[in-house]
Each structure stands twice: as structure tokens, then as C-alpha cells.
């Protein structure tokens, strides 16, 4: 098991066990997030433990133009039942992602630090949120990082039926022509549903060998 140090690095991520685990240790600090996204690595784990850092293979991901949308989702989308924006209240989404029950998991790996340090990061430009809407009501949204050309997926929740899955599918298409990619981590059959498939990490890692995300920075 490798331990992060105070040092701002990361191991190759080819040194992941079989799990995609990677390190342990180090901190949540903005640079050390950034660094970690821009290198294919994210944080994930549970409240009391130490940080554990992840880079799975194979990834799973969406490319846009391979977004599957059911007739169910085009005919609430055409009826404008529910209502979209991006970045107005990011605190409070990830305060819903990290407060919603859902089946087969007893608490939520969204702990104080994790919310502190991606407000911080939204704060700075990098994390983005997105929210659905009904009669004003939030009833659903997720949140990301943002790497200009690939959209690295948090976290998401729903209140009501089919508003999580109406906003990802609004972002997916207005967004389509900025993101090669839309990285969604792990295998979820819900995603699955909507095109996600899963490519090889070292794919996914040429994604993000470009300039647009080596250069990217952000002034503290």
C-alpha cells in the first residue's frame, strides 16, 4: 500500500491494486484535488477512514454523442415538466447527494471534509453543479469537476421520479460539442441505462493528455 506524504504527488496510477485503490493518506487540499483529477485518480471513502485514493480499470465512462434517451425522458423533456440550471446553489446539491437515502447504503461517504474541500473547489472554478427544478422546488441535480473538455461525475440525487436522470441528459446535450467525455467512475447499471460503457484506464488516460487539461490552473 503506497502513503501519501505532505510531497504534492501521486503514484503512476498503473501501480492500482486489482480494485483501482491506488494510495492512501495525504489531504484534501485544492491542489492535491486538481492534481489528482487531472492524473485520472479521485477520492473515495468512508467517514472515520483515512483518504483513499482510486484509479479503476476499466473506467467508466459516457461519451456524449452515445447518450441513450428513452421515450419517457424526451416526452418530460418536450413538456418542460421540470426546470434546469447550473451553479446556482452547488452547496446545497452536494448537501442533498450526501443527505439522500439510497438502497443498499447506510450512511454517505460525502463527509464534512469532502463537502468543505469541493465547495472550495466550486469556489475556485473547477467543481460545477447542476440543478433540476419543479414549481421551484429542488428536486434533483449532481455535481462534478470540471476539466474543460472532460466532466469528471460526483455525485447525484433525486427527489422525484426521473429528475436526475432529465438533468443529466439536459447537461449531456447541451454540452455536447465542450466534452470528449463524460467520466462516471465506477459500473452503474442506472448510467448503463443512459450509454455509459467502460473503457480501458489507459484509454481513458489519453483523454486526458491534452493541453487544454495539463495546463489548466487556478490562482489561490
Known sequence: MIWLTKKLEFPDIHKADESGLLAIGGDLSPERLLLAYKSGIFPWYNPNEIIQWWSPNPRFVLYPNKLKISKSTQKILNQEYFHFTENQCFSEVIFQCASIKRPGQRGTWITDEMFNAYCTLH???????????????????????DLHIVFCGESMFSKVSNSSKCGFTYFVQKHSHQYKLIDCQIHSSYLEQLGAEEISREKFKTFLECREIKNLHFNL
Open 123 to 145: 469556489e475556485l472554478g473547477l467543481a460545477k453543479s447542476v440543478e433540476v427544478w419543479k414549481n421551484n422546488d429542488l428536486v434533483g441535480g449532481f455535481y462534478g469537476i
